[in-house]
């Protein structure tokens, strides 16, 4: 039961362009959403989050939308840059049943290419 | 501020071995999480330790096991590898009560 799903496994976008990456959970009861950035051979980069009580975060190029009645967030990077591609995850926590204590439900990812 | 280190970063095993994995969290994080990465399942949560107690585990089986110490440093140990069992370790360490967890590199395990 996949309960963060990204179902683009691949964007590719031109230099300066706006990047929509999206992303869809089922489980009402995450409250906590993050987006993460990760490079052959490294691990993730955290590069922005937001709070089930706000509808959007910004942090200079990238931006994520949480849409809480569609259970759908979007990050938004503008412009894009080459240096961006990467594969991008989306993230949940949340009280799931049981404890929730450090754990990040993650989507599958998808593969980012910026083209100069 | 040094980042979350792992070591080693890569680990080539046979079938039926055991392994040891250690991460050492960022200064001041207390709460370590480990995560297994596979092609097929992604990014799967494997447990978290905070204060040498494990207080959160995932659906893997008990051939995976961790511990954490007073310094925070933890590591997680699989026995009696198996083929599936090939993966990139993640671990992550956070301060108490912020979600955002940050990630060490990753050990790569091979399982032949």
């Known amino acids: 039961d996949q309960q963060v799903k990204q179902n683009s496994p691949s964007l590719s976008v031109q230099e300066g362009r706006i990047s929509i990456l999206n992303c869809d959970y089922t489980n009402s009861m995450f409250d906590y959403f993050l987006w993460y950035k990760k490079y052959p051979a490294e691990g993730p980069t955290f590069l922005i989050s937001i709070s089930s009580i706000k509808d959007k975060n910004e942090d200079g190029r990238f931006t994520v939308f949480l849409n809480k009645s569609a259970k759908h967030l979007s990050l938004h990077i503008v412009p894009s840059q080459p240096g961006d591609s990467a594969v991008y995850f989306c993230a949940a926590s949340g009280y799931t049943g049981g404890t929730s204590y450090g754990k990040l439900t993650f989507g599958q990812g998808t593969i980012l290419t910026v083209h100069p | 501020k040094a980042g979350v280190t792992q070591t080693p970063r890569y680990l080539i095993k046979t079938r039926g071995q055991q392994v040891t994995l250690s991460c050492s969290p960022i200064?001041?994080?207390?709460?370590v999480s480990w995560y297994q990465q596979t092609p097929g399942q992604g990014l799967q949560f494997l447990f978290e330790y905070f204060s040498e107690t494990q207080r959160n585990k995932g659906n893997f089986p008990g051939r995976f096991s961790g511990r954490q110490f007073s310094n925070s440093r933890s590591e997680m140990n699989v026995s009696t590898l198996e083929l599936g069992d090939s993966a990139l370790y993640l671990c992550a360490s956070n301060r108490e009560g912020v979600d955002e967890q940050f990630f060490g590199p990753g050990t790569r395990l091979t399982v032949l």
């Open positions: 200064s001041g994080h207390r709460s």
